[in-house]
């Protein structure tokens, strides 16, 4: 199994044994009151009551983590929810974390999730930087007064953790684009979704009355790994091949995690076309400078291709 980094180490700085031990019984006594998602260690065998069901695919996740290096990187973690993901981040060197979600009043027991996140940044010393009410698909526009305003992060993020998401969007391609939009030409997406494990050709499984994928009101789509692969590549990322890991599930929906790297834009009209931020495809400008102007030969190439020569 892969090592699942020591989240603790400030807390052993901070608190000698005594009051260590009462931080851990109130710890203790206010994670039984609350529903949590995540399994987070505090130490001294104190762990976040989560759900152990999902171990497979977070040890999946790690093991494609394990090739990459956080040490003094700037990571932002989609749909952060308790926070196990920016937690392991920052404790893997990270010099800056930021962790966004959407919970509203209306989603009852699981709208705590963000004050699980503080509760547990709370009893860590963890300085990972909340962001509350950040949609996956306005994530630049939430996070522009950061992006612009901290010297690390001129050029975006070096890393993107978009990690059981995806499935969960009405609109995953914007999504995408959105997480492009803030990850740094060069920068790793480190994705995990759910897919359609048995389909070859690149299909998207709609969770037609809520049961065809998972018997879950807040599933959309499942994508067939070809799917999900053309999917990134439209969105400026290139796809580590070997990074690719599955874990085995009874049925057509499977879990697939992997690391893409963001690359620059080509100058193709489909490249031009996809990146117009007049159409709204979710990259915006910041990434529609990074485009090379077009140029008449370009577009006669492309109607020469799509209508012929002209006599």
């Not at 909340?130 to 996070?143: D, G, T």
């Amino acid at each position: 199994m892969e090592p699942v980094p020591v989240l603790d180490k400030r807390r052993a700085e901070r608190l000698g044994p005594e009051e260590r031990a009462v931080f851990d019984r109130v710890l203790v006594e206010e994670m039984a009151r609350r529903q949590w998602y995540h399994i987070i260690d505090f130490g001294n065998g104190v762990l976040s009551p989560g759900r152990d069901v999902l171990k497979p695919t977070w040890e999946m996740i790690r093991q494609v983590r394990r090739d990459m290096s956080y040490l003094g990187k700037s990571v932002v973690d989609i749909g952060s929810w308790d926070g196990m993901w920016c937690f392991e981040a920052e404790a893997l060197g990270a010099s800056l974390v930021v962790a966004t979600d959407c919970m509203h009043h209306c989603h009852g027991l699981f709208s705590r999730g963000f004050d699980n996140f503080l509760l547990a940044r709370e009893h860590l010393f963890s300085a990972v930087i909340p962001f509350w009410n950040v949609a996956p698909s306005n994530l630049r526009e939430r996070l522009n007064a950061l992006l612009f305003a901290d010297p690390r992060l001129t050029q975006g993020f070096d890393i993107v953790q978009h990690l059981g998401v995806l499935y969960h969007l009405r609109d995953p391609m914007l999504s995408l684009a959105q997480a492009r939009s803030v990850l740094r030409t060069g920068g790793t997406l480190l994705l995990e979704t759910a897919f359609h494990q048995t389909e070859d050709r690149a299909s998207m499984w709609f969770n037609a009355g809520r049961s065809e994928i998972y018997p879950d009101y807040s599933t959309w789509w499942a994508p067939s790994l070809r799917c999900l692969k053309e999917m990134l590549e439209t969105s400026l990322f290139e796809v580590d091949d070997s990074s690719i890991r599955f874990v085995d599930v009874d049925g057509p929906a499977g879990r697939v995690a992997l690391r893409a790297k963001a690359r620059a834009p080509e100058r193709s009209v489909a490249e031009h076309y996809t990146i117009d931020p007049a159409f709204n495809h979710g990259f915006g400008d910041e990434v529609a400078r990074l485009i090379p102007p077009p140029t008449k030969e370009m577009y006669r190439k492309n109607n020469e291709e799509l209508f012929g020569k002209e006599e």
